[in-house]
Each structure stands twice: as C-alpha cells, then as structure tokens.
C-alpha cells in the first residue's frame, strides 16, 4: 500500500511504540503520594519537559490534553470568557480555520459573541495588516492556524501575533498541523496559547498539548481535579503523553532532512500531475518547484489539486482499490456531499471545489511511490472526466 495521508493521521512511530510499550508498568495515579504514583508522576513531567523543550516553551506552560480539537475549543472559550468580563465579545478569525476552530465559534455566536471570518487570498494566505485592521475595542480573541490541513499553506503567525500584542488582544493559534513538521517555538512566535495533536506527527491518537504563556488568563475547560496545574481535570494519559513526547522528539530531530525529501518529492508529483493534465489546479502555494526550496509560506509535504469535472471522492475510492491511501479535502469533511470550506475560501465556485484531493506526503514515501500515484492518478481522471 502507498499511504499518502500523514496530514490526516501519521502512522505510530516505533519510537513512540517503544516508549509507549516501557511505561505499561507505570499504572499509579500520577496525583498518589506513594512510590508508584511518584513513577507515573516522574514519567509524566518527564514527557512535559521533552515536550517544553521541543517548542521553546517551559514545562509549566504545557497542559496535556485529549487532542488537538479539545486544546482548540479550550483556549478559544477560555479567551472569549475572559473577553466577556470586560464586556468584549468579538473574536476573529479566518475562513479556513479547522472545523474544531469554526465550530467552536459558531457555538459561541449562538452565545452572543460577534464572530468574524477574515478572507484569504486565492492562494489561501492572510497577512497581519488584515488583521489589525480588522481589530476593535471589543476584541476579545484573535485565532488563526499556522498551517492549513488541506492546502498546506502556513500563515504569518509571528506578524499577526506581534499585532495582537500591541493592541493588547490574546492570540491563539492551531498549529497542528506545523508541530512535528516545521520549526515551531512558540516563545519566538509571541503567541498566548497554541494547539497540538500527538497523532499527526506519530504519536498516539488521542493526547494534545495546550500551550499556555505564562501569565496568560486561563480557565479550564474541564473543571475538576487539580491536575495540569489546574488547567485540565482528570487522571493524565501517562501512557499517550510519553509517546507523544518520545514522537516529537524524533519529528524535531530528523524535521530538516525530511522537509526536503518531502518538498522534493511533493514538487514532483505536482510537476509530474501538471505536465500530464495541464487544467489541473494546485490549490495554495503557488510552487516554485525546488526540492531545495524551504520556503516558510507553505508545509512541504502537502499537494492540493483540483480537477475538472470529476468527484474528489470517486477518484480517492478508485485510488483506494489500488492500494494508495490519499484524501479528498481532509479526514475532517470526508464523507460529506459539501465542498471544502477552504477549497470554496479560495474562490472556486462549489462544483469545481468537489474535484479536489489532498496528497500529504510521508518520510516513507519513495520516488516509485510518486511514478506510481502519478500514473494512477492521471489514468483514473482521464476515465473519470471521460465518464
Ligand atoms: C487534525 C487537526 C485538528 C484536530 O486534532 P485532533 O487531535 O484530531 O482532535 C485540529 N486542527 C488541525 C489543523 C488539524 O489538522
């Protein structure tokens, strides 16, 4: 099989697995005075500090929690309550935020909170004079992702936080998709808080991180225990936070070499998919096609295209019966008769939008893999658009 999926979900890294498999013993409760509770305890700050170290930030602002989608929704209803007791109820945000992003606001415009979507360009950017043109007094939070899931574009987060800053306006960002895949410190990028996900850089299912400055207001979305320093209840998931940590610490450490095997490889497959269906669309950065190319503006291993006149989830089943595993939009839409919010953000009307599939590339994935999705790819359009 050819998996070409890793912005959906990367596969368990044997490093994880490992380090997983050595803790299985490790069955106290963090939070118990006793020996074994002190093992768990001493693994788990163990997996904070690799974690605090990776991304430029200190243990104490790491707060483990079930996933990227619950790190979102924490950070974005603790700003917004906090906004609400000075009275500020708007919060902005982009087009092309994540579903756990958009509705998670769309819950708090039930609320009575304002809620506006700034627009990207064609090419799926936004800039940080948009954004401070688009702040008010009542702002209460400013959310953009770093990089998105489905075209791979990666925003200027470190401009649109140091407008935040000077207007006084808490920033949050879902890096998700940037942790474990391009530089990320977050003390660099002058953010209040930030979003991971263990399972898109192979570690676990089910663990995240909220990183949260120091001195930043924060009220925990699970109220509780006194767990996470207060900032998430409930017995920590020792087990998933040591894989996580032992992932990322190989993701940081091989990111360089990998980014340029993946751009390199992504750069062929888009080259090779143009020259044989020229109407094809490459949908975010627009490539300059180097493999030397580490542009910051775009994630290396992500290939968004549009084709004319065929069904974006045809073509992933007809691939799928072959053996190769990409995906139309992203994992988080699969399945829904809609186009993609992103693809649609772009300015492609709904029709065109539902030919569009999402390649993300792997460090598995070889030069073969890339002659053999690109054969397949343009033989199965060409019947399809036939069709
Ligand atoms: C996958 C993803 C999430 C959600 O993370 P989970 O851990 O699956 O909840 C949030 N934001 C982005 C950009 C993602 O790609």
Known sequence: MIYADYAATHPLRAVAREAMTASLDLWGNPSSLHAAGRNAREALEGARATVARLIGASP????????????????????????AREGKRHILSTVIEHPSVLNTLHALSVEGFEVALLPVTSDGYINAPQVAAAIR???????????????????????IAAV??????????????????????????????????????????????????????FTPLIPGGHQEAGRRAGTENLLCAVGLAAALEE??????????????????LAGNL?????????????????PYCDSPCSLPHIVSLTFDGIDGEA??????????????????????????????????????????????????NTDEDIARMTEAIVRLVTDLQAF
């Open 60 to 83: 104490s602002e790491i707060v483990f929690t079930s996933g990227g989608s619950e790190s979102n929704t924490a950070a974005i209803r603790s700003a917004a309550l906090h906004g």
């Open 274 to 290: 143009l020259n044989a269906i020229p109407s094809i669309r490459l949908n975010g950065c627009p490539r300059c096609m180097s």
């Open 137 to 159: 007094p009542d702002t209460a939070l400013v959310t953009v992702m770093h990089a998105n899931n489905e075209i791979g574009t990666v925003q200027p987060i470190r401009e």
């Open 315 to 364: 073509l992933v089943y007809r691939l799928d019966t072959e053996g190769i595993a990409v995906s139309a939009g992203s994992a988080c839409t699969a399945g829904s008769p809609d186009p993609s919010h992103v693809i649609t953000a772009l300015g492609l009307d709904p029709e065109t939008a539902l030919g569009t599939i999402r390649i993300s590339l792997g460090a598995d």
């Open 251 to 268: 993701a940081v450490n091989t990111m360089d070499g990998t980014g340029v095997l993946l751009r390199s490889l992504s750069n062929a």
């Open 164 to 217: 935040c800053r000077r207007r006084g306006v808490p920033f949050h960002t879902d890096a998700v998709q940037t942790v474990g895949h391009i530089s990320v410190n977050a003390t660099e990028l002058g953010v209040d808080t930030l979003s991971f996900s263990g399972h898109k850089f192979g570690g676990p299912h089910g663990i995240g991180v909220l990183y949260v400055r120091k001195g930043a207001p």
